[in-house]
């Protein structure tokens, strides 16, 4: 039985980065070391990111290179989150979005 209340851990399971495709908001020289910083400092601390990009895993690859040069200690698990647009449109003329979450094989 258990002897405390519930536990909360922050997951952001659908963050875009630095260079990701049709939304890459971030500008500067070297947009990695701020953005990665701003992670690591946020409160609550994130456990768990998903980073988003369309099509590929290029900032989730790099996301996690910044992982394993020792950055986001309080990071335990990060995964791709690739978002797919198709040529299919709704009767709204709004494109169809299908985010597709899942681990890349080891």
């Not at 990695?32 to 690591?40: D, G, I, K, Q, R």
């Not at 895993?57 to 335990?76: F, N």
Request: hydrophobic share 35%; aromatic share 10%.
């Amino acid at each position: 039985m258990l002897n405390r209340g519930s536990e909360w851990h922050r997951w952001e399971p659908h963050i875009h980065a630095p260079g990701t495709i049709l939304n890459d908001q971030f500008g500067g020289v070297d947009p990695w070391a701020p953005y990665v910083t701003a992670l690591e400092t946020l409160i609550p601390k994130i456990e768990a990111i998903g980073v988003t990009d369309y099509y590929l895993t290029d900032s989730y690859e790099q996301l996690l290179a910044q992982k394993v040069a020792g950055r986001l200690p309080d990071v335990q698990l990060i995964f791709p989150n690739v978002e797919v647009r198709l040529d299919i449109f709704r009767s709204s003329s709004l494109r169809t979005c299908v985010p597709q979450r899942g681990r890349p094989k080891d």
